[in-house]
């Protein structure tokens, strides 16, 4: 195996760890919002689950590394550019708080790097539409329809009964239904990283056209997004949990149900389904669903904005990065330089204003009150 | 261009189903372990619309619950 396939692999992984990272807010900005799980128990129990779920299944991964783009005329290069393209917007996004899409980062990234490198005709642009975008973009809906209903039903059903019981009941609920999407964003997430590493090692010539994932695939591209999910994306998760709509154990509850029954019915049908959008989604239905809760929709428009945005923006960045590292190794060394140059640049600016588990729960409002107040 | 709408039909009332059944039951099963409200104001005091605590019947919820999590479960682990 050659350098270049080795930094590309690692690339991929480094990717895997932002969606990691990116998405913890996924399964758990409800559970810490309500208080169900402590906020280190809950990203601890979000990255084992993540581990586990990407032994799981593969035909996720399988999507990815046969069908959007003509792996006979990309090379180890063109991933490389597309993976720097899609990581820059991961931390780009995290850095404002975005809950963006993973998946349309990495979609857009090897799009807008095949296009540069091997011209349109290497996209597969009616597998794109067909198998991405449009499930993309009902995941969000189907999500939110079920999470209304089945909040309305919940605080319906349990309208008589003890407040202070019930609120206990959905909390324990809430821990294995957390642990649920956790599980279900494993078997999605971390197949897609191990669907690039096996396009890399397809087109570097390792494996024939068509293979899934070998178990070293497998075993590592679990192992980051782990990582990834323990360390946390704290500003995430305070978008979701805290800025969306104030969340009460049965809503939190209601929209991980929902979340958990699109992300693995889908992932059972091999389509790389944003948890992102299914997630977000379910969180503005469940806002809907209660009588009196106030959702903040104008957030909803910025979500959308930036999710509109994710695809273009990765593209851009992936083909620029195409463009460069095309030329030659010194073009390769120069692109992958000025991606850790700016990654790093992106993280110097998060610690002027640090999210962490101590002050994930305060909402911006609130910021005044000494840190470590309210945990 | 291949639009695949069936699946996405299936993902829709395949997911609707499973997560509605899972919430309905689990919010039985809560009624049925809480008990009436402690605020006899907010509870109406006539006959059936009182909430006693049924243990058996939230068990037998809750075991539901786990029975349709745990047939989610098999389907991942034995595709």
Known sequence: MDVLVLVVIITALVFDFTNGFHDTANAMATSIATGALKPRVAVAISGVLNLVGAFLSVAVAKTISSGLVDDTKISPVVIFAGLIGAILWNLLTWLVGLPSSSSYALVGGLIGATWVAAGGDAVHFASVVSKVLIPMVLAPVVAGVVALVGTYLAYRITARADRDAVGRGFKAGQVISASMVSLAHGTNDAQKTMGVITLTLITAGSLPSGSGPPFWVILTAGLAIALGTYLGGWRIIRTLGKRVTEIETPQGFAAETASTGVILVSAQLGFPLSTTMVVSGAIFGVGTGRRLASVRWGLAGQMLLGWLLTLPSAGIVGALAAQVAQTGTTGTVVVGVVGAAIAGGIYALSRRDPVGPNNVNDVPARRLQPAGAEV | ?79
């Not at chain 2, 009624?31 to 037998?60: F, M, N, Y």
Request: a neutral charge; charged letters at 10%.
């Open chain 2, 1 to 79: 261009m291949n639009i695949d709408w069936g699946a996405l039909g299936e993902v829709f009332v395949v997911s609707f189903g499973a997560a509605i059944t899972v919430i309905v039951l689990f919010s039985f099963g809560i009624r049925a372990l809480a008990g009436p409200a402690a605020d006899p104001t907010s509870a109406p005091r006539q006959t059936g619309a009182e909430v006693p605590p049924r243990p058996a019947l939230a068990v037998l919820c809750l075991l539901g619950c786990a029975l349709v999590v745990g047939y989610g479960l098999y389907l991942i682990i034995a595709k």
